[in-house]
């Protein structure tokens, strides 16, 4: 049986279809008739005293929490580098070919220092600096509206190099595997399967303190993802050239596709279908509209690369946030290409240089003209795991721990939180191959975040269920005044 020829515009009308459908069930007036999620939903509003308010509930400030996936596992261990002469000297040692030159020589290591241009030291005396592609990074750090979070990790509690070695403490379950560290950081539920995100808990949560949620408060830039999944809540996929919509139709068409939408059906599932589609392209249209009136430039440029378009994109819907009707806004963008086993001092470098210049463009757009403001918006990375401090002769191999970075104008910058590992093979921090235990829990981390957004101190533990065992529901990287 011969198949039948396709036209040449479905693929665009079916990956619209497919893709609206799965924004229109992520809105809030779809969902609004379960009675125990909106229940859900008016107690969180209901213990939120310090978020203001104006009518109906719906929030008097912005903010925009932005997720960054690094996929693959950055290597943070030549991205935050010792500087202290001899704690330099054992990092040269034990990463072989991939050590980079010291500071002060030609491309050598970016120091960490605060505006005074004076090196910033932890609390043990150990001088840091940055990789030096990160030009940008470092002039955000010493503006301090950057900061390292040091030796994150997915755990189910805490645990000690003789507990990991005797076996006697639990560790997440597929630990060195990408595809599970990556759902373990996004649900940040280790120890047992989660059907939602940590983001999108944070918006079943929030929602209401955007005055329309037609179109969901989750958005994502780079496909699905499972930090945006909620219960009520779900992402809405936008690309970087805007939102997803009907292409190359002719004008009778589209009126067909009009008056078939609108027209009485009897069977359930043609209605239902029909009401999502329809929703979904007014969506996209309101999407489209609210990107429209961006600035045509920003005060830096953005690279013109995968990284660097998301952001911009991101830029543009938080400018069109009025259009929208949005108080609260959750975005997520990832890269790839971060598994770096082999080549890693030529891939890492040109990765890091798109982090750092994208990452400074996203920045200064929040403060141009129309814009928030950067203390309104927070933007953090991710990543599967941290990579091994001993090269493999070319690269480095799956870790665990490693060191995130956070930017934004409410960020408490120009320090590092948390614990930076000792760093030596079989130290302290050690699993024995050059694998950093974390000394923070992806939980910490996270809730740090999640309470800057507006999730209360008492709700915060609904977001992570796991965060009671561990001893900093908030780290203090972010200013909450």
Known sequence: ??????????????????????????????????????????AAAAGLPHIQRTGANVASDYKALVCLFLYGGNDANNMIVPTTPIDYTNYSTARGILALPAAGQPGGILPLTNAALQPYATSDGRTWGIHPA????????????????????????????????????????????????????????????????????????????????????????????????????????????????????????????TDLLHMQHPNLYETAFSTITDRAITNAQVVNTATAGAPATWPTAFPATSLGNQLQMIAKLIYGRSVLQHQRQIFFASVGGYDTHGDQLVAQTNLLSELSRSLKAFYDATNATGMPGASAVTTFTTSDFGRTFPTNGGGSDHGWGSHQIVVGGAVNGGAIYGNMPTLAINGPDDTGLGRWIPTMAVDEYSATLARWFGVSNTEVNTVFPNLYRFAHPDVGFMNLA
């Open 134 to 257: 990160c030009t940008e990074l470092a002039a955000l750090f010493a503006a301090g509206k950057m900061a390292p979070i040091a030796n994150v990790g997915t755990l189910v509690g805490p645990i000690t190099r003789a507990q990991y070695i005797a076996k006697t403490a639990a560790v997440p379950p597929q630990l060195f595997s990408h595809n599970d560290q990556q759902v373990q950081w996004q649900t940040s539920v280790p120890d047992q399967p989660s059907r939602t995100g940590w983001g999108g808990r944070c918006a079943d949560l929030l929602f209401s303190l955007n005055g329309n949620n037609n179109v969901s408060m989750s958005m994502t830039l780079s496909g699905a993802n499972t930090f945006e999944v909620g219960n009520v809540i779900n992402q809405y996929s936008v690309s970087s050239g805007g939102a997803v919509s009907l292409t190359n139709l002719s004008t009778a068409r589209q009126q067909a596709l």
């Open 1 to 42: 049986m011969r198949r039948r020829r396709s036209n040449s515009n479905d693929p665009s009308r079916r990956d619209f279809l497919r893709t609206a459908a799965c924004a229109a069930v992520g809105t809030s007036s779809l969902v609004s008739t379960v009675w125990d999620l909106r229940m859900i939903n008016a």
